[in-house]
Every structure is written in structure tokens, then in C-alpha cells.
């Protein structure tokens, strides 16, 4: 019998495009979708759901006033908490409040479903062979999964243990080994079993530096001279770059009004594009290439004039479309958003001044 899960957000766009998305999984869970926290709970005091993933800011009942509701009334149904206004405390009072898990917006879609099939899985734990996954798979998923667990490795007689916190890798321990270099050592093996133990935390916290830092290092220990190791950290590092990037262009199409945001050379062609899925394309990026270096030219041009760079926003009309160009700063790319005329400028305005600094960094 299939699952299941309840979407509740007020931005209809969002559960819109969620669903969408879910739909792939149609055999594993049922996805219904409501628009506030009453409608939530109309919802379920008629229809059994296995999983709730709801906002935690909405008018009238809150994503976190839903939660305690779910909980003293469907002690079963387990919840997932989303939100744009991530903070340790709005996390910490989501977990006090019995959330399962905690993520992010924006997110890739993929981690949501990934929660939801964590989520949905009815064993208390699991273990496996070392072979048969890579370690650092496994803190991947218990990071992104905001886990609260601890991560037993054996190989041969050596036994380690790592420890994560809601998103964090906090201690590990191996022989008489403790924090940064014990998680080295574990990540070291390429071989042996591992368990889970859900809800087990240390008696104290080792290590402080983000997860991804640890795992580089931890690879670069591994095998410092092999193609293959320096292979990884660099696809590590270049994924890590594309989600920041992917991320930030997804803040625009957020935005109504917008059909495609890209980022472009001067020559105009694409280095990254994202197009919004629930609409049909009327531009094709390829027919801007002649647009778009005049538009840099000139805002260059008018920058000459004036002795300055006072000028990094460009829009004009083309084929019953807006375009918006706008400077990314200290790097030769631009942005390009390809938008219905009604836009709100001013969304994007903030969204661009909310996301360029970003894009300047990691481009």
C-alpha cells in the first residue's frame, strides 16, 4: 500500500512545483499538497499521511504551531520542517518540537526527496559493508539528512566512531584517537562494516570545522599522490560550486515573472542557465547572443562617459519580453534574466542584490 505525504506551504507556486517533481516517486508514496496549516489539519483528521513536510512560516497556523498539533494528535506521522529562515535556534526549537528533520529553502529537490525516502523508512537502523558504499556517501547523507546518530566503522580489530548533530560531524574517536584526527584515520579504510545508531550523541564534542573541510583533508591524508584522490577533491570542490550556483539562480525564478536566468560572458554565451519548468520557453538563449555584448557595450560605454561603474543594471523589451542585465561584480560574467513584462522589478532588484555577491564569489 502506498505511503503518504502531505506538502503544506502557502506559496502555491512552491507545492506546485514540489509535486511536480515528487511525482517521479508516485509508486513509493502519494503526494497531496495544501496551502496553510488549517487545511493540514482538516486534511488529516480525515485521511491517514505517513509524512508531513511543511513550511514553518505561514499566516495563521505556523509550520511549528502544526508540528506540536501533529504530535500530540498523530504521534505517528513524522514531519519534515522547511524554511528560508534558517537559524541554529529555529532548527533547535523544530527538533524540541519532534521534527524529524530540518531543511533549508532553497533546496535541490533531490535532498527533499532523499529526506523523504529516509523518512519513510520504517527500520530503526541499518548496517552494510564499506565495499559496498564510500564513507564519505555515507556522511553526506547523514549531514544533508540532519541526522542525530553515530556512525560505527570496524575493520579488522580497529572500530571507530563518528558523530553527527543536525547537520554537523561533532566527534569521532578511534583507539586513542579523538576529534579531527580520529575522523582522518576512520575515513582512511578502505574496507570494513559500519551501523548506525539513531539518537546516540557523545559525551562531548571534538571537532569544529565544517564537514566538507573534514572530508577534503581526510582524502588528501588518504592518498595524497594518487590522480584519483586529487580527482575527487576537485569534484567535490566543483560540485560544491554548482549547487551554490544552481541555488542562487533558483532565488530568481523564484521571483514571479521570471522565464530563464543565466549567466553569461561577454560574448553571450551561457555558462549556467535555469529555466523556470512550469513555463513554456519563448526565448531560446541562443537567439540573445547578438543582444546581449551590445547591451554590455553599452553600459561600458556609458561607464566610460561618466568615470565610473555607476551603471550595472540594463533592461530592455525584445520580442514581448523583458531582459534584464545586470553586472556581476570583479568578474567578466553577467547576469540575464529573461522575464513577462509585468515582473516585479522590485523581487528582483533584491533578489539581485541578494545574490550577486555570492555568484562573485564562487564564479
Known sequence: MRKKVLVV???EDLTWSISKHLVK?????????????????????????????????MP??????????????????????????????????ATSRGSLYYIEKPFEIEDLRSLIHNALIEKKGFDGKVTDFQLSDLIQMNVLGRMVMALVVTKDDEKGLIYFNEGNVVHAE?????????FHKIVSWETGKFEFRKDE?????????????LLLEAMRRKDEVTPETKSKIKEITRQEQLDKIKASLNDFIKVKGVDLVAIVDNAGFARASFFNEKKEPVLDLTTLVNFIPAGVEY????????????????????NERTLVLAQIP????????????EVNLGGLRFAIKKQIPTLSEVI
Open 60 to 93: 495563521g497556523i505556523s509550520g511549528l504551531d502544526l508540528l506540536v498539533k501533529i504530535k500530540e494528535t498523530y504521534q505517528s506521522t513524522k514531519v519534515i520542517i522547511m524554511t528560508a529562515f534558517g537559524s541554529a535556534d529555529v532548527q533547535k526549537e
Open 299 to 318: 553600459i561600458q560605454k556609458v561607464n566610460n562617459e561618466i568615470k565610473g561603474d555607476g551603471l550595472k543594471l540594463f533592461t530592455f523589451e525584445f
Open 25 to 57: 516517486d508516485k509508486d513509493v508514496y502519494e503526494v497531496i499538497c495544501v496551502n496553510n496549516g488549517q487545511e493540514a489539519l482538516n486534511l488529516l483528521s480525515q485521511v491517514p499521511v505517513d509524512l508531513v513536510v511543511s513550511d514553518i512560516k
Open 330 to 341: 570583479n568578474r567578466l560574467e553577467w547576469l540575464l534574466m529573461v522575464c513577462e513584462n
Open 201 to 213: 550523541r557523545p559525551e562531548k564534542e571534538t571537532i569544529t570545522q565544517g564537514w566538507q573541510s
Open 174 to 182: 578511534c583507539g586513542n584517537m579523538l576529534g579531527d584526527d580520529a
Open 9 to 11: 506551504d502557502d506559496e
